[in-house]
Each structure stands twice: as structure tokens, then as C-alpha cells.
T-cell receptor, first 114, second 112 residues
């Protein structure tokens, strides 16, 4: 157990809908990351937050947004869902956003869009 | 072309064998190199972490980075059935040290 908690573990929703994935980082970790893992694209970095502020952005679609709250938990919002958004979404955390910090991954939220 | 290329396998070897997993990368700015292990339906867990070129050993695992050829390797000695998993290499630049670029992952099976 990495200490990173993600909910829900599984989610099935229809195209066009909106979902929110939630992440609680390890105790004491200030930085949260979101990654998407799909069969064709592999594991891809979406976005990073540090202590409530956006720190880095990757291949995140405009339909997706994230935020980190004062209690450091984070949410990833996915809207206008398409079939291609079906994937495993991982949250990860680290102590800070600094170089060399180990990043710990949660067990993921499996999203299926039908 | 992906920045980090990895043969997805699958790779199947007998228990006790030495396993060699490899990746190549194209971004010369990559300075950090990692290997993650991912069991089915679980999150990736960090195995090895290397900065720049060289070797790093941890128990049965050895990570090698050759920046001149842009080649990353992970060796597993005395492989065990519990090593069966998907292994992902990852790299990042100094500036984007937390923005990891992953390979596709190699699915490894160790047969008893």
C-alpha cells in the first residue's frame, strides 16, 4: 500500500457525461500528480499540483481539469466524455515537487465510457 | 516517435534466469531514469532511480544508463515468479523532474 488513496476504483459512464476522480495523497506529501494509462498511449503525465498551485502540465485535454484543495486532496474532472477517454487514471504524490523526490502511485481509478 | 521506447514483450523466462529489460530514449535532456514495476490492476511502484549515466544495484536488481547511446537497462538476477509483472522505464529532464515520460512497459512472466 503506497498510502495514496483514489476513489472510485471503478466507474462506468456514458459518452457526454462528466465524472470526478478523487485522490488523497500520502500524509505529509504536498505534491499531487495525475497520470492516464491506456493500452495505446501507455502511461502519460497529465498535470501536477504543489500545495494547491498548478506546477506542471502535460498532455491534458481541455475537457479535463484538476485542482488541489487546502487539505491537499485533489480532484480530476473529466467532462464531455468520449469513448477514447476510457483508461486507468492514476494519482501520485511526493513530499515536494523537487528533483529526486520519490513519486508514489495510488491504485488507480478505472474509467469505462460506454 | 515516442520519447521513450520499450519493447512491450511479452517476455517469458524460467525461474532463476537473468532477465534483461531495455529502453531507448530520444530526448538528450533526460537526466533522471527510473524503473517501475506494475502488478496487474495496481499502481506502478518505484524499483530503481538513477541520475545521469552509470550503474546502480539494489539486491537482485541492477539499473544501467548509457547516455551516449541513450540506452536504459534493468537486470534481474535469480528471477522469481513474484517478479512477474509489467516493468516500465521512465525518464525526465532536470526542469521537469516530476514530469515523467514512460515507456510502454514490458510484460514479464517468470515460470516456476
Amino acid at each position: 500500500d503506497s498510502g495514496v488513496t483514489q476513489t472510485p476504483k471503478h466507474l462506468i459512464t456514458a459518452t457526454g457525461q462528466r465524472v470526478t476522480l478523487r485522490c488523497s495523497p500520502r500524509s505529509g506529501d504536498l505534491s499531487v500528480y495525475w497520470y492516464q494509462q491506456s493500452l495505446d498511449q501507455g502511461l502519460q503525465f497529465l498535470i501536477q499540483y504543489y500545495n494547491g498551485e498548478e506546477r506542471a502540465k502535460g498532455n491534458i485535454l481541455e475537457r479535463f481539469s484538476a485542482q488541489q484543495f487546502p487539505d491537499l486532496h485533489s480532484e480530476l474532472n473529466l467532462s464531455s466524455l468520449e469513448l477514447g477517454d476510457s483508461a486507468l487514471y492514476f494519482c501520485a504524490s511526493s513530499v515536494s515537487g523537487a528533483t529526486g523526490n520519490t513519486i508514489y502511485f495510488g491504485e488507480g481509478s478505472w474509467l469505462t465510457v460506454v | 516517435q515516442k520519447e521513450v521506447e520499450q519493447d512491450p514483450g511479452p517476455l517469458s523466462v524460467p525461474e532463476g534466469a537473468i532477465v534483461s529489460l531495455n529502453c531507448t530514449y530520444s530526448n538528450s535532456a533526460f537526466q533522471y531514469f527510473m524503473w517501475y514495476r506494475q502488478y496487474s490492476r495496481k499502481g506502478p511502484e518505484l524499483l530503481m532511480y538513477t541520475y545521469s549515466s552509470g550503474n546502480k544495484e539494489d539486491g537482485r536488481f541492477t539499473a544501467q544508463v548509457d547516455k551516449s547511446s541513450k540506452y536504459i537497462s534493468l537486470f534481474i538476477r535469480d528471477s522469481q515468479p513474484s517478479d512477474s509483472a509489467t516493468y516500465l522505464c521512465a525518464s525526465s529532464t532536470i526542469q521537469g523532474a516530476q514530469k515523467l515520460v514512460f515507456g510502454q512497459g514490458t510484460r514479464l512472466t517468470i515460470n516456476p
